[in-house]
């Protein structure tokens, strides 16, 4: 721990630019990489020179990047996270086990663990304890290289735009829950401010690509800058909402991994049809940023949705989650939501 609290994402010293892994890594002291096979692949050429160990992340269990932190070389000074969230949160538990440096690199922008120094503890695919149990790691500054992160499909970029867009799924749950009366009453403006945050981010990142529809720098600053900002710019609901535990809850289910930013961009969608909300203006802004969101594009089985949504309630309640996912969505009603996705 770098400090008495971990770094908020506004003050993280984010260095976006082109030829900036070369340039860096020339400068670094002896240094061992935590990553995955085609994260390295993609970065390999642009190191200066080799590092002195590298291990692979396959998932975010802890016991998992314990094992991975224990096969790093002695005397390491730096350790460098390369690659999405996976090996990025297991590059922070390696760097706090090692007490050594840590610089983040995504080659991919789909997530916050960019700009999130808390050192999750994972059993399997669900998270022990909270946010004031975590340790953290202050990161010295994060890389991104835009040769590097260009080469990835763009998909898995805008995921990032998916994991600020899924927010306005609290903004859903809050408005019903007032409903109900329960909680604390609706605020009709404050809700309008963060639509029309999510409006813009929205427009932004969409006059950034190219006449094709393609990802250009211009594009993999848009999203790193949007992912820095999310914390400091996105309204806090304040009743809690379940895209994040549907992520969880869907993972647990099927003991298996999708891709974060979509997975919680389609559970803000579910709450919101659940909600009766406004799904068209959610599904507007998330196609405008090119977030894959509906199972067929992100390879998410019919039987892997039910067996995610079945668990749900049951999950949330052992978490004390208060969700309109907490309701149980089978039978009819899960064959309407299914065609509606």
Not at 232 to 258: M, V, Y
Request: charged share 20%; aromatic share 8%; hydrophobic share 45%.
């Amino acid at each position: 721990m770098g400090s008495q609290r971990s770094k908020p994402a506004a003050e993280y010293d984010v260095r976006v630019a082109r030829g900036l892994l070369q340039r860096e890594s020339a400068c670094w002291p002896a240094y061992a990489i935590v990553t995955t096979p085609s994260a390295y692949a993609a970065a390999k050429g642009h190191l200066v020179r080799e590092p002195e160990g590298v291990v692979f992340a396959e998932w975010l269990d802890s016991a998992h990047q314990q094992d991975l932190s224990d096969q790093l070389p002695s005397g390491i000074e730096l350790v460098i996270g390369l690659g999405g969230g996976k090996a990025l949160d297991a590059s922070k538990f390696a760097a706090l086990d090692q007490e050594a440096e840590l610089i983040l690199v995504p080659t991919i922008l789909s997530s916050g663990a960019i700009i999130h120094g808390h050192v999750a503890r994972w059993d399997g695919y669900q998270t022990v304890g909270g946010l004031d149990d975590w340790p953290w790691v202050d990161c010295q500054y994060v890389l991104v290289d835009v040769e590097v992160v260009l080469e990835a499909p763009d998909h898995l970029h805008t995921a990032g735009l998916g994991d600020i867009l899924c927010g306005y799924a609290g903004l859903e749950e809050w408005q019903r829950r007032a409903a109900l009366g329960q909680g604390p009453a609706f605020d009709p403006a404050l809700a309008a401010q963060q639509v029309a945050q999510h409006e813009l981010i929205a427009s932004s990142f969409a006059a950034t690509l190219d006449s094709n529809g393609r990802m250009t720098e211009a594009s993999v600053a848009n999203i790193a800058q949007r992912i820095k900002e999310r914390d400091s710019q996105q309204l806090k609901a304040p009743t809690a909402s379940g895209d994040h535990p549907f992520w969880i809850a869907l993972e647990t289910a099927n003991q298996r991994t999708w891709i974060h930013g979509e997975l919680v961009a389609l559970g803000a969608m579910i709450i919101a049809w659940c909600c009766a909300g406004d799904t068209a203006g959610l599904a507007k802004r998330l196609d405008c940023c090119r977030v894959r969101w509906r199972p067929r594009q992100m390879g998410l089985e019919r039987t892997a949705l039910q067996k995610g949504l079945a668990f749900a309630p049951r999950y949330m309640a052992e978490k004390g989650i208060s969700s309109v996912l907490q309701e149980p969505i089978a039978g009819a009603r899960f064959d309407a939501l299914w065609s509606f996705l």
